[in-house]
């Protein structure tokens, strides 16, 4: 096991619903630590840009609706094992199919308006990361 990083986003349809102490509450519960924050109002491009990965997908023009929709929480999450452990407490893109007890399970409404993201890898953590911090933004919390 080793401390990671991961990016979560904390997604209009929640942030609408006044759902963000709740979620964050369930991050920590489940020991993720925050080690930055802030609330962004993304615009079309910067949307689009975050999601690049599924410009092609049927979806992709509704999912940058949704997106830019509202405020959203974007956060950097540190702890042992961060990118699994997230994911693991989001539960299944489509909360039809999330586990009970999952943050999706609890808070999506559906597939498209699925109340939080969470990087799924390595590689797209970092570089989700540095989509929307500076490295100086980050403060480190894990001894
Ligand atoms: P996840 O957010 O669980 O990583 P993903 O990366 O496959 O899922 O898709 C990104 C987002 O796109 C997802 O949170 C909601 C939307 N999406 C995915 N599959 C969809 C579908 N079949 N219909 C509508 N929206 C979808
Ligand atoms: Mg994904």
């Known amino acids: 096991m080793a401390v990671e990083r991961t990016l979560s986003i904390i997604k209009p ?9 709740a979620i964050c ?4 519960k489940a020991g993720l630590r925050i080690v930055a924050a802030k609330m962004l109002h993304l615009d079309q491009q910067q949307a689009e840009g975050f999601y690049a990965v599924h410009r092609d997908r049927p979806f992709f023009r509704d999912l940058v609706k949704f997106m830019t929709s509202g405020p959203v929480l974007v956060q950097v999450l540190e702890g042992e094992s ?3 452990r997230n994911r693991e407490i989001m539960g299944a893109t489509d909360p039809k199919k999330a586990s009970p007890g999952t943050i999706r399970a609890d808070f999506a409404t559906n597939v498209e308006e ?5 990087s799924d890898a390595p590689e797209t953590a970092k570089k989700e ?3 929307f911090f500076r490295d100086d933004e980050l403060c480190a919390r894990t001894r």
């Open 13 to 21: 349809d929640a942030v609408a619903r006044n759902q963000i102490g």
């Open 129 to 131: 990361i540095a989509y």
């Open 25 to 28: 509450a369930r991050l920590e």
């Open 82 to 84: 961060a990118i699994a």
């Open 114 to 118: 699925n109340a939080v993201h969470g």
